[in-house]
């Protein structure tokens, strides 16, 4: 039990490189001001749990999306967006940006929550699903399915579905 | 006399992160000054103590950084 006795539990079920910020941002500020966090990992989310992270973003659908240029801001048209080589660029922007601004890497986000004690838990469904192999994936995290996530979220203080 | 921490340049939640790491290695009672650029480590850094139980004893701004002293409690 948390210091404070609160808790939060998070489902992670995207795994781009955008989308796995606010998972990684909320479980480590929580835990570090004190929460019990756990991160259910599911569908697309799971490859999150990778020992090798290839992340990647894309401007397909995100019709919000800009990016800062020359002092303006650019914003990628749909039909531009389904050319080859566009999310790899995209991607190359994102990380360019990451670095610049002094924001934590997925990598070092993820470390930090292994560190801080925060639970993290595999979807086994999706495992067999998308036949990942636990060889696969980084140690310390444990394989289990909706009745676990939800004996959890019962006991949570915050839940949110990301 | 007070333990220093230089997060200047980093962005959320790292100024938050290493906070909690730096205060674990002082003394209960003993001052941890934190030195950020971030604009919102100075809500966070309020939020963080009120939620932890530390006290944030003092917040300033000079030259766009941003210095907190956080007392260890408990």
């Known amino acids: 039990m948390a210091v404070n006795g609160k808790s939060m539990s998070i489902i992670v079920t995207k795994g781009s490189l955008d989308w796995a910020y606010p998972p990684f941002i909320l479980a480590t500020t929580a835990a570090a001001m004190d929460l019990d966090v756990t991160l259910f990992f599911t569908f697309y989310g799971l490859t999150l749990l990778k020992k090798k992270l290839d992340l990647k973003v894309t401007t397909l659908g995100n019709a919000a999306m800009e990016m800062p240029m020359m002092g303006g801001h650019m914003a990628m048209p749909n039909l531009m967006g389904a050319l080859p080589g566009m999310d790899a660029m995209a991607t190359a922007m994102m990380k360019d940006l990451i670095k610049k601004k002094g ?60 | ?49 009120k939620q932890t139980g530390n006290e944030l004893m003092s917040t300033a701004e000079a030259g766009g950084v941003y210095t907190f002293q956080i007392k260890r409690k408990g």
């Open chain 1, 103 to 162: 924001v934590a890497s997925i990598e070092d986000l993820r470390d930090a929550a292994a560190d801080c004690g925060v639970r993290m838990i595999a979807c086994q469904m999706t495992m067999d699903l998308f036949e990942y192999n636990q060889a696969d994936m980084i140690g310390g995290i444990e394989y289990a399915g909706a009745a676990t996530y939800i004996e959890t979220a019962t006991q949570c203080d915050i839940n949110l579905f990301i």
């Open chain 2, 1 to 49: 006399m007070s333990t220093v921490l230089d997060v200047k340049g980093l962005n959320c939640p790292l100024p938050i992160l290493r906070t909690k790491k730096a205060i674990k290695d002082i003394a209960v009672d003993a001052v941890l000054e934190v030195h950020a650029t971030d604009p919102g480590s100075v809500k966070d850094m309020e939020a963080f103590c």
